[in-house]
């Protein structure tokens, strides 16, 4: 159980996440959406460790705050929204960063961080590309390769910004399946921003709408994706119907020309 209480965050003395307390079963799926700048990456670089934040995250009753690196490293895996790469680095040798959490001091990668590592890469269909450097995949096989080192990294928890930023709609899905499968089977919790509002709604169990730091709704995707909640705080025009698994599916509508 991932649990926020009260959690403030903000840079250089301004506020951008106000009071936010939510519970985060295991095995769950939050997915936290709003409009840009609502302080969706700040909230989720709280729960990392990354930004200092006031109030409390707790995870199993302990506070976050309180767990080693190495501790964090193995109950925590995140995916910043935009990674910093490795450039020189091939896609295996930067996936493989992802089990040194699981590593003894000084030890090196054994074939069991290998098996991890091959299995990840061929979920993420990046098998081909294993070899290639960093600095030479389209911005959509990059993504994935980010994906590929937080999910080597086996955590409980996987906190993803944005992970479907620059996936075609197959690998968009495929890599929502994939985090879905660890949910359901492994009891992987999940906390993950997303601007579709649609997969949102497809694949958490629950959503959180912040805006301007603070949550103004909080609940499943019919409760949340609601067509005037949703236009007043994204300013934006759009319809919600219902889609063919009964979840809400988002759509905009164009300005009518006059
Ligand atoms: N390092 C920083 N220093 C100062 N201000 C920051 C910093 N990072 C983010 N902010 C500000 O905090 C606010 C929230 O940013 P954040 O990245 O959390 O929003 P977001 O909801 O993830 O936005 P987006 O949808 O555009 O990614 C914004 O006003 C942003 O400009």
Do not use: F
Not at 5 to 29: E, L, M, N, Q
Request: charged share 20%; hydrophobic share 45%.
């Amino acid at each position: 159980m991932l649990e926020l209480v009260d959690v403030s965050a903000g840079y250089r003395g301004k506020t951008v996440v106000s009071g936010v307390s939510v519970s985060i079963p295991r095995g769950s799926w939050l997915a936290i959406i709003g409009p840009n700048g609502a302080g969706k990456s700040t909230l989720l670089k709280s729960i990392a460790g990354l930004v200092s934040y006031s109030g409390s995250v707790l995870l199993d009753g302990r506070p976050v705050q309180d767990l080693s690196a190495r501790e964090r490293a193995r109950a925590l895996g995140y995916a910043p929204q935009v990674p910093l790469l490795p450039e020189g680095l091939s896609v295996t040798s930067y996936a493989l960063l992802g089990r040194t959490p699981h590593l003894g001091i000084l030890a090196r990668e054994g074939p069991h961080d290998m098996a991890v590592v091959d299995q990840v890469l061929a979920r993420l269909d990046l098998s081909s590309l294993a070899g290639r450097l960093l600095r030479t995949l389209s911005g959509g096989e990059r993504q994935r390769a980010v994906l590929a080192r937080v999910l080597a990294q086996q955590t409980g928890v996987l906190l993803l910004d944005e992970p479907t930023t620059g996936l075609d709609i197959g690998h968009a899905q495929a890599l929502l399946d994939l985090v879905d499968r660890l949910r359901t089977e492994d009891g992987t919790t999940v906390v993950s921003t997303l601007h579709d509002l649609t997969l949102a709604g497809q694949y958490a169990d629950r959503l959180l709408l912040l805006d301007r730091g603070t949550v103004v709704a909080s609940g499943d995707a019919s409760a949340v994706l609601d067509a005037s909640v949703l236009a007043q705080h994204y300013c934006a025009r759009l319809v919600v119907m219902e889609g063919p698994d009964g979840k809400p599916v988002v759509v905009p509508k164009r300005r009518p020309i006059e």
